[in-house]
């Protein structure tokens, strides 16, 4: 099984590499730090899966699986995170993932996920809170948030500044703001710290957090 290993945090591809590569089976062929350069790794290696953290610089995450699905068919995309708020999980299941872990997943559960994908090319492997799972099974609501604008609020609700948001997100100043004020305007928000309350009660986020200024 070859793998890409796509997440903008060296440490963390590093440690996910020395897991998969214990097991005989899998080899890691790629690593990326951004959106578009997992779709480079997938063009080049044709892998069988790449492994995607939802909150990179870059496409949004649903735009990168879509990018990944049409460059290379037959690669699996799971997605890792560190949430699972149901307009996530619909977006990037619908955008054609073939599994969404949790990033607290355990090593076991990890490689079994990708054998399973690899193994059955009709398989969906889910890794996620049982209320995350059930709010995704509710009716979408009428103007929902964008995955692009779920990771924004995510960091957000980490007290992450604008500028430090614009850096984490490779964007600017000015358009952290304008995705701050189509969050606004479809949570009915009045601020960054009503809006991540907002966002916590109608399951967007998991859990309350400290919130920090503009």
Do not use: C
């Not at 070859?2 to 590093?14: K, Q, W």
């Not at 214990?22 to 730090?33: F, L």
């Not at 790449?50 to 870059?58: A, H, I, K, R, S």
């Amino acid at each position: 099984m070859t793998v890409v290993i796509a997440d903008d945090h060296a440490l963390f591809r590093e440690g996910l590499r020395e897991i998969l590569e214990a097991h005989d089976d899998m080899t890691v062929v790629g690593e990326a730090a951004t959106g578009d350069e997992a779709v480079a790794q997938a063009v080049r290696h044709r892998p069988d899966i790449v492994l995607l953290d939802v909150e990179m610089p870059g496409p949004e995450a649903a735009d990168t699986v879509t990018a990944i699905r049409r460059a290379s068919p037959a690669t699996g995309v799971i997605i890792l995170s560190m949430y699972d708020g149901p307009e996530v999980l619909r977006q990037l299941i619908g955008a054609g993932s073939r599994g969404y872990l949790l990033k607290s997943v355990n090593r076991v559960e990890l490689v079994a996920a990708l054998r399973s994908v690899v193994a059955d090319d009709d398989r969906i492997v889910l890794a996620v809170s049982r209320e995350g799972l059930s709010r995704m099974q509710q009716p979408a609501s009428q103007d929902p948030l964008s995955v692009r604008e779920l990771e924004l609020l995510h960091l957000v609700a980490a007290a992450l500044s604008n500028s430090q948001i614009a850096t984490r997100m490779d964007i600017t100043v000015p358009t952290v703001k304008r995705h701050l004020r189509n969050i606004f305007m479809k949570l009915g928000a009045v601020s960054r710290m009503d809006a991540v309350n907002r966002a916590v009660d109608n399951g967007l986020l998991p859990g309350r957090q400290s919130h920090g200024a503009s």
